[in-house]
């Protein structure tokens, strides 16, 4: 451990009296599971990893996903697979090696809400969906489900289309937040950027993160590498130090929320003419016992211009046609608008894959581009690592001074707090 009496580190007005250095593998900004996915994955690998979050964990794209952990072949429904399916087809399989105790990854003991997602069709689209299924395309990825197999939800005989189930898993967001962060505990910190800067040299690279805590200290944070897993946060922190690669792009959703008292969770797509879903329903048990069923798909991307009362209506009417046999009268409708942020693509299209590049010296930029390629965002960033050849180090002592930085808490999920009862 260095100290210097009268640091010059002071970007917050709190006065930093001593100064003390750190020195460890790898700092992750950003603290949603991607940021805290790579963590888990570096520290068993080896190396000293510290992750720092300037909010709660999981805020912002994490806390706000529906769960799904999908092998793309919604993607496919276009009749071929593409560059994004065939990135994510093992993804499922690979979550529940974790989930069991088995993968790269521990997440033992998270719920997981649905074995299965489901896919149906209104009747006008069921013989295309069904001959698409039937193909090669889709083998081994998705079974038709008989009648005496439905969710709860299509027990009646007004439903008249074909539902089949996917390989795909609904989890628990914000236990899959807790369980990453708890497998790190010791390794995740609060960081006030009031209070923090990146310091650069004088070849733009980043040579410390400083930090002036309330108690009159600065800490000068050194590392091999610095990763940006911030989301949105990631177009800032590259503007701080002058790094106008890689862009980023953003694409909006405003998704609808439906809480209603109706027992009947669902995990399922509604498919229409386009290839992309014409609803996606995921379904969250609130603390008060109510479902609510967490509205996206076209719904939520063509959605996103419109005022809030008349895509509750839109919502309204959707799942008028499609549930007529359900009563949503005394419901409470709310919406939450989202950035999806992601590396830019030309025409802002969607993403094919999870996304890590260096941007420059020792910084790297990522996006997991959707909560199923975090694993793949993991594996992505640590082959740059070794192709800079940068190997796991040995434990700084001084790390414990780290302690007395506080350390953020989990983000809690918008099904809690967008409704009043």
Known sequence: MTQTVKTDIDTSGITADVTTDVTTDIVIIGGGIAGLWLLNRLQRAGYQALLFEQGELGGGQSIASQGMIHGGIKYALGGMLTGASEAIADMPAHWRQCLAGNGDVDLS????LSENFYIWSTQSIGSRLGSFFASKLSRGRVEAVAPNARPTVFNNNQFSGKLYSLVDLVLDVPAVI??????CAGSIFSIDWQHSQLQRSEDGAVTHLNIATAQ???????????????????????????????????RPLKQVLVKHPLDLPLYAHCMG???????????????????????GGDLATEGVASADQALIGKAQSELAALFPWLDFGDSQWATLTIDRAEPKQRGILKPDRAFAQSAGDNIIAAWPTKLTLSPHLADEVLALLQGAGINPGQADATAAMLRQLPTPTIASPCWETLFTR
């Not at 609130?286 to 967490?294: F, K, L, R």
Request: glycine share 6%.
């Open 178 to 183: 807790a369980k990453l962060a708890k497998n």
């Open 109 to 112: 003991d998270v719920p997981v």
């Open 273 to 295: 003419s386009n290839p992309s879903p014409r609803l996606t329903v995921s379904s969250h048990r609130c603390s008060d016992g109510q479902w609510v069923w967490y509205l």
């Open 216 to 250: 009159g200290v600065a800490l000068r944070i050194a590392a091999k590498q610095f990763v940006f897993t911030a989301g949105e946060g990631n177009e800032q922190l590259l503007a701080s130090l002058n790094k106008q690669q890689p862009a980023m792009q953003r």
